[in-house]
């Protein structure tokens, strides 16, 4: 029998997570990536729906922080490597240890070590050198004790307040990844090669608008998944420089998010009456990212050495 060769279509090619185990299983990530399909279903038109059923969700035992749609033999697949499902898993623990208790110096600690650990790994592994082991927030804090929160996996599993606010984060990072990868599915991406990296950004452009109308159902927000987008822009460097990439910069992507959370808070009332006595805070900072990303992308597109993708 003949293969089709397939089209990878990868959400971020970074490489590699070496370290602590998470904190489920292959098999528990495999179940868990299967709720979030069954959630994503039912915001999912029937056409969508139908795309959906011939998918064939798998998480890889593998150490790259991706994602990836393929094709093989008229069956369709969504991939995603559990390296990256950890690497979300230690972010959202991150975020929900520390933004309770204001700790945000601990926090970006935390953040860029994870990113500059990733990018190591991922020189490393060019070269065959062995790779960076990558701790927990757990251990981390424990080694930066007068920045850092001293907390135990227990004592943080038995607060309900931060392990909601831990799964939350969990479920709308992993709901991007995934949905993401089913939008390109539903556009039929994989079964044929972008012509040139061009085409390429924009099929990933049009995955990521799938992924943000998923995420801006109700019961879903947006801001949640902020931080793996900003994950993927220090890996970038914060570059709006995309030239020759399968996809656009990370900060492209995240100002499209922030653009989606504003529209989702001005339309869902009950949603914003959550944010009742930090309105100014959260749109401070909304409008603080923005502009910081805006001032990039107009350098970007000003610098003539920089070929710049017409929409």
Not at 60 to 72: E, V
Not at 240 to 251: L, Y
Request: glycine letters at 4%; one cysteine or more.
């Amino acid at each position: 029998m003949i293969l089709k060769r397939a089209v990878v279509l990868a959400m971020i090619s970074i490489c590699c997570f070496q370290g602590e185990a998470s904190g489920r299983t292959l098999s528990e990530w495999n179940d868990y990536v299967s709720q979030i399909v069954q959630q994503i279903r039912l915001v999912s038109t029937l056409e969508d729906r139908a795309v959906e059923d011939e998918i064939t969700f798998i998480v890889l035992p593998t150490n790259s922080t991706n994602a990836f749609s393929t094709t093989s033999n008229g069956r369709r697949y969504v991939k995603i490597e559990v390296a990256l499902l950890t690497t979300i898993e230690w972010l959202s623990t991150n975020e929900a240890l520390t933004s309770p208790t204001r700790k945000v110096l601990c926090q970006n600690l935390y953040f860029d070590y994870l990113s500059n650990a990733l990018v190591m790994n991922s020189e490393r592994a060019s070269t065959h050198v062995p790779l960076h082991e990558i701790t927990s927030p757990f251990q981390f804090y424990s080694k930066n004790a007068a920045e850092c929160p001293q907390i135990s996996p227990a004592e943080a599993n038995s607060d309900k307040d931060l392990h909601l606010f831990y799964d939350m984060e969990v479920q709308q990072m992993v709901t991007f990844v995934v949905a993401h990868e089913i939008g390109h599915q539903i556009y039929n991406d994989p079964r044929s090669e972008a012509v040139n990296w061009c085409e390429q950004q924009r099929r990933e452009t049009r995955a990521d608008a799938y992924a943000l109308s998923i995420l801006s159902k109700p019961g879903n927000g947006v801001a949640l998944a902020f931080p793996v987008m900003f994950l993927f822009g220090e890996l970038e460097n914060l570059s709006g420089d995309d030239e020759g990439k399968s996809h656009p910069a990370a900060i492209k992507r995240l100002l499209k998010m922030i653009g989606m959370t504003r529209k989702q808070y001005a339309a869902n009332p009950p949603l914003a009456e959550g944010l009742k006595g930090h309105e100014k805070e959260f749109y401070d900072g909304l409008n603080q990212m923005e502009s910081g990303i805006r001032s990039e992308l107009v350098e970007a597109q000003n610098n003539p050495a920089i070929k710049v993708c017409s929409d």
